[in-house]
């Protein structure tokens, strides 16, 4: 099974503290700050920022899905989690890292090409 990894890329992006914020938010602010960052076409030209709005997006969804379908107690472990989750990739997404989510990083970055081109 695949690790949630955080690894610093050089890819044309913003490394700067304000760069480093609009990633941490795309992930605190799930599914609004993604959305926004993603329909927004001035951030477009940032790669990590689009990477971190799309994967946020994606894996909130996929909460939400998950949150109306299943048991309470199980809600409130996944919720526990998916919140752990954010707190963990904002900071590294503050830190300058990049997030990468198995299964969701290889959807985010078809995605962020589609917008590329």
Same mark, same amino acid.
């Given at each position: ?7 610093? $890329?050089? *890819?044309?992006?913003?490394? /700067? ?5 609009? @990633? +941490?938010?795309?992930? %605190? &602010?799930?599914? =609004?700050?993604?959305?926004?960052? $993603?329909? *927004?076409?001035?951030?477009? /030209? ?5 990477? @971190? +709005?799309?994967?946020? %997006? &994606?894996?909130? =969804? ?23 989750? %954010? ?31």
């Amino acid at each position: 099974m695949k690790k949630v990894t955080a690894k610093r $890329i050089n *890819e044309t992006s913003s490394r /700067s503290e304000e760069g480093n914020l609009r @990633c +941490a938010i795309a992930w %605190l &602010i799930p599914p =609004i700050s993604s959305v926004y960052f $993603i329909v *927004e076409k001035k951030y477009h /030209s940032d790669r990590r920022l689009m990477m @971190c +709005a799309w994967q946020s %997006l &994606i894996l909130s =969804i996929l909460y939400y899905a998950l949150a109306f379908t299943l048991f309470y107690w199980v809600i409130n472990l996944i919720s526990l989690f998916y919140f752990l989750f %954010l707190l963990y990739a904002a900071y590294k997404s503050y830190q300058g890292d990049t997030i990468e989510v198995p299964i969701i990083v290889d959807i985010a970055k078809k995605q962020v090409e589609k917008m590329s081109k």
